[in-house]
């Protein structure tokens, strides 16, 4: 018996695109899986010329770097499509961004031109907003945390229960804005990207057990950037700057 063929002929990627986009808002709480499902509802209401998989199950070419957890705002999210045709880059921002609810925002979209470009993501910088703890308190755990030796903290996985060591991926911490009594505290966080990852809220359980703060609110996280570390090991810098030629 003859083997059945796949009923698309998938045709070759020509170029390439980068895209940056933003989860804001009550879109925070979207799962990574559910902007799958609007972006590629927004590559079909765009008309975008996206290139498909060969077989008999053809995917959209489209690979997502290193998503932010469920619940928390990003604003420095990315993800690369395969095109078979052209198309200008802010033509397909706007198409694409015009096509996703609000909250889910393309904000720049740059041609691919430079090779592994998840190596580039080495770290994160995380913005945590605390309630109902003061300044002078935070400040102490902060403190104790960048002299801990060893932060476990235990999170459920695929896998169960599991506990490790978050302290090592931590590379800086800091309270930001003037310290006098207010109703939030801002921490700055920057985050190697390990292996297990290490997520914000990993950071933060270990600086609420190492600091014994305790409050009933929960923090309000938010990604600001991720990329290649700097020298000082305190930023990061563009991801797509090895892109724009």
Do not use: C
């Not at 078979?84 to 880059?89: K, L, Q, R, S």
């Not at 031109?113 to 993501?121: G, K, S, V």
């Not at 006098?180 to 057990?209: E, G, K, N, Y």
């Amino acid at each position: 018996m003859a083997r059945p063929q796949p009923d698309r002929v998938a045709e070759p990627v020509v170029q390439r695109m980068r895209l940056r986009y933003a989860k804001r808002g009550p879109l925070r709480f979207s799962s990574h899986r559910d902007f799958q499902r609007a972006f590629e509802r927004a590559v079909r209401r765009a008309g975008v010329p996206i290139a498909f998989s060969a077989g008999f199950s053809p995917h959209p070419r489209i690979s997502y770097a290193n998503a932010a957890p469920t619940g928390i705002a990003s604003e420095a999210e990315y993800l690369e499509i395969g095109l078979t045709h052209p198309v200008p880059p802010e033509q397909l921002r706007a198409a694409l961004d015009a096509a996703l609810p609000p909250g889910m925002d393309i904000i720049e979209a740059v041609v691919a031109h430079a090779p592994d470009f998840a190596d580039r993501l080495q770290a994160s910088i995380w913005q945590a907003e605390l309630f109902d703890l003061s300044p002078s308190a935070v400040e102490l755990a902060v403190a104790a945390l960048l002299a801990a030796p060893a932060a476990e903290v235990t999170r459920m996985t695929k896998q169960g229960l599991r506990t490790f060591d978050a302290r090592p991926a931590l590379l800086g911490i800091e309270l930001e804005g003037d310290q006098q009594p207010v109703a939030s505290v801002i921490l700055r966080l920057v985050v190697r990207h390990t292996i297990p990852a290490v997520r914000p809220d990993d950071i933060l359980q270990a600086l609420f057990s190492v600091g014994s703060l305790q409050t009933r609110t929960p923090p309000r996280v938010m990604r600001r950037s991720q990329g290649p570390l700097l020298d000082d090991a305190r930023d990061v810098g563009d991801p797509l700057a090895a892109d724009r030629v």
